[in-house]
Structure formats: C-alpha cells, structure tokens
C-alpha cells in the first residue's frame, strides 16, 4: 500500500481500549440498512509508529476493500496512555481478542508484534479507514454500553446534552452538522481533545464512561 494515497485528516475516533460492554449488535441495528459493506476503522494507541503504520498497511493490504480509499490520520498524546487498537467493521465493534477469523488473527499479530496492551508515555494515536464517500452527517446516535440511547439530527443548533456514562458525565455539543465533547469526566479527556466529527462513520469515544458518539 502507498502511504501517498492516505489522506491525511484531523478527526479521531475510538480511544485506546476495546469496549467489551458496547454491543455491536446495538450499532448494527441502530444504523440498520445503511451498514456498508467493506467499511472500516483501524485505531491503534502505540510508542513505536513507524513499526504500527508497517503492521497496519500489511493487515490492511490482506482485506477485501473494492480499491477503496483508505483514509490516515495520527496524533501524538502529551500523557500517560492504555495503549491499545480497535477495530470496527461494517459498524460493528471486533473484539480482537476472541474469535477465529483470519482478521482476529491479524489483529492478535499487530497486537503480539506491538506488545499491547500496556501503559506507555506520550504515545502516537494511529486510525486508518474507509468512507463510502465525503457525505456529511445527517444523524448523531449515542450509545451508552449496548444501548441507543438518543439519536440526535445533526442541524440541531448549539444543543448541549449531558450524557450519564459509567463513570460520570459527558458533554455533547452539536451545532452546524458538527458534533463534538466538550466536557468529560474521564481523566485523559480523549474524547474532548478528538475535536468535532461532521462526516459519515465518523466517531467520538469516551472509554471510561463506555459513551460512543457515531455519525449517521
């Protein structure tokens, strides 16, 4: 794969470690028929960068995308994280540590090969994905574990919603078709410092409150 023909972007999405409590069923059919097929998001949380692009692009390469594009972004982190990777497919969430599949088995690899997980310092935030196209959100669900709890139209103007999660409260702030976190309870405050999410299967996550912001 030709690094060139990343694009590379400024919005994050799913923080360091795997939602176990969040059901990708509850994803899959909130968002029902318009789960894409071939769509995903690689996001990795890792102290040696050019070793995690290297493991990602060869994983990435083994994956049935249609010549999709595959978008980058990477971002480093001023504190002390869980490093980790996530996978979502078809906007379901893969726990990479069970299962089978010849995905699971690359993903252990990448897992292995990084030594994950375990706290570094000052680590690199890596997410590579696909998008069917540049389309702009027309819905934000929130989920709090395995639950829809509110699907909110993205022309809302200036709404602020606090949203209860496990461990405290979340902040959300739409406005103009852009959804950001304003206010966390967590200590890292990922999630406010992923910036707004605007465009389609983008994503905000607040693992310690298990709080997935996903736009429709």
């Known amino acids: 794969m030709d690094r060139r023909n990343f694009l590379k972007i400024s919005s994050f999405a799913v923080g360091a470690a795997a ?3 969040l ?11 318009n789960v894409s097929t071939n769509r995903f998001s690689l996001e990795l949380i890792t102290g040696d960068e050019d070793k995690a ?30 490093a980790d990777l996530v996978y979502l497919k078809n906007g379901k969430l893969i726990n990479y540590k069970t299962g ?7 993903l252990r690899e990448i897992a292995n090969e990084l030594n994950l997980p375990r706290v ?10 696909t998008q069917q196209e540049e389309s702009n959100a027309r819905n934000f ?7 829809l709890i509110r699907n909110i ?14 461990k405290g409260d979340v902040v959300l702030n739409v406005n103009n078709r852009k959804a950001r976190v304003t206010e966390a309870s967590c200590r890292h405050k990922n999630c406010v410092n992923s910036g707004s999410i605007s465009l389609t299967d983008e994503s905000i996550v607040c693992i310690p409150n298990e709080v997935l912001i996903l736009a429709e």
Do not use: Q, W
């Open 100 to 106: 089978s599949s010849d995905e699971n088995r690359g």
């Open 153 to 166: 139209d993205a022309s809302e103007s200036n709404l602020n919603l606090r949203i209860p999660g496990s």
């Open 120 to 129: 570094i310092t000052n680590p690199v935030r890596l997410k590579f994905y």
């Open 53 to 82: 692009i290297k493991l990602a692009e060869s994983f990435i390469d083994g994956l049935n995308l249609n010549k999709k594009i595959i978008k980058f972004s990477d971002y480093r982190l001023s504190n002390t994280e869980s």
């Open 19 to 21: 939602l176990t409590n």
């Open 23 to 33: 059901s990708a069923g509850a994803i899959t059919n909130a968002l029902g028929k």
């Open 141 to 147: 669900l929130v989920f709090h574990k395995d639950k």
